[in-house]
């Protein structure tokens, strides 16, 4: 028989924010640094506490954006797990950044709220009118180098951004300088990644998994397919 190989990974938990209400009854957008978390979305970040602690996961670190509906899920998924960790805010994995709304036409709306979600992404591509997909990728590649050469963890927690963690899953997946848009995140997910020694040693175990929705059949349509009808109220005003 052949030496059995035993390879050692640690184990990054990654984790969308729980859902947060962008636009008013009226369509009118609130400032998206400051939004918190909603009902449901602390409805989510709970659920995703109740399964580490179910599963008796232990986190060594716990990483967030900074932006409050980040710091907000950590803390109620801490508060489930009943661990007591101080959060690491890392500025640098805060969500692709829009331009101004109003600064685009109804012609370019579609696009500009669907562009950089679908299928592999132009590096020139703007959220929204602002950041460029190649300009988001420079800020969240470092960073996911700079955790990995960092030996002081076996198990972290991340909690960022829909577009964040499509930019460090299309890392993962690929190992190039990829974002794949059409990767689902849903409000209060949970992915799960293991990373060896090797640059190259990614294991994708777990994508986009919904404690509240194991199936997600409530809805076929995607996060900016839904805030596009929520903004265009106060369009059509």
């Not at 969308?16 to 369509?27: E, K, N």
């Not at 969500?95 to 109003?102: M, N, P, V």
């Not at 109804?106 to 602002?130: C, H, I, S, T, Y």
Request: hydrophobic share 40%; net charge negative; aromatic share 8%.
């Amino acid at each position: 028989m052949p030496p059995i190989i035993e390879h050692t990974r640690r184990r990054i938990y990654l984790m969308r924010h729980g859902s947060v209400s962008y636009f008013d009854d009226a369509g009118k957008p609130f400032l998206p640094e400051s939004v918190p978390l909603n009902e449901q979305g602390r409805l989510q970040a709970s659920a995703a506490g109740k399964v580490f602690a179910e599963q008796q996961v232990r986190f060594d670190r716990v990483i967030v954006s900074g932006l409050p509906r980040t710091v907000e899920t950590a803390h109620c998924v801490l508060e489930e797990t009943g661990q007591q960790i101080d959060l690491e805010i890392w500025p640098e994995w805060e969500e692709l950044r829009g331009g101004k709304l109003s600064a685009i036409s109804d012609a370019e709306l579609k696009n500009a709220f669907f562009g950089a979600f679908e299928g592999v992404v132009a590096e020139d591509r703007q959220f929204l009118g602002g950041e460029s997909i190649g300009r988001f990728i420079d800020r969240i590649h470092p960073s996911i180098l700079k955790l990995r050469a960092d030996p002081d963890w076996d198990c972290v927690l991340l909690v960022l951004h829909g577009g964040v963690n499509r930019a460090i899953l299309s890392y993962a997946l690929t190992g190039q300088r990829l974002f794949l848009g059409n990767l689902a995140q849903t409000a209060g997910c949970i992915n799960v990644l293991d990373v060896g020694t090797e640059i190259q040693d990614w294991v994708v175990r777990v994508v986009n998994y919904s404690a509240l929705s194991a199936l997600q059949d409530e809805s076929r349509s995607t996060t900016m397919e839904t805030l596009l009808e929520q903004y265009k109220k106060s369009r059509n005003q």
